[in-house]
């Protein structure tokens, strides 16, 4: 996995690390934990598997997507992104996001 943590703020009040990972292929991610701890909007959404490259008994699903503001560098832009049930970081921009900024991660 190639990735490196980006400080954001939220919502103009919750300020996190991201982490960009060139190597996930949603837009972006947010921990089901962190948007219940913080009042994150969430929306239900019909079910779909989460691709991912481990293996584990049960696929996980995604069920919900949260909707928010995220401010880096005082540049504002609204994030739709999937919430992810017992991810460890708080925001993921994947590959989309990486794209759509052209951004890259430089070792």
Aim: proline share 4%.
């Amino acid at each position: 996995m190639d990735g490196m943590y980006i400080d954001i703020l939220i919502n103009s009040i919750l300020s996190t690390c991201a982490l960009c990972d060139s190597g996930c292929q949603c837009f972006a991610t947010v921990s089901e934990q962190f948007i219940k701890k913080n009042g994150v909007d969430s929306l239900p959404i019909e079910p779909r598997p989460l691709k991912q490259g481990t293996i584990i008994k049960e696929q996980p699903m995604i069920q919900r997507i949260a909707t928010f503001t995220v401010d880096i560098n005082s540049i504002e832009e609204k994030i739709v992104a999937y919430v992810i049930s017992r991810q460890i970081d708080d925001v993921i921009f994947g590959n989309g996001w990486m794209e759509q900024h052209d951004a890259s991660i430089r070792l």
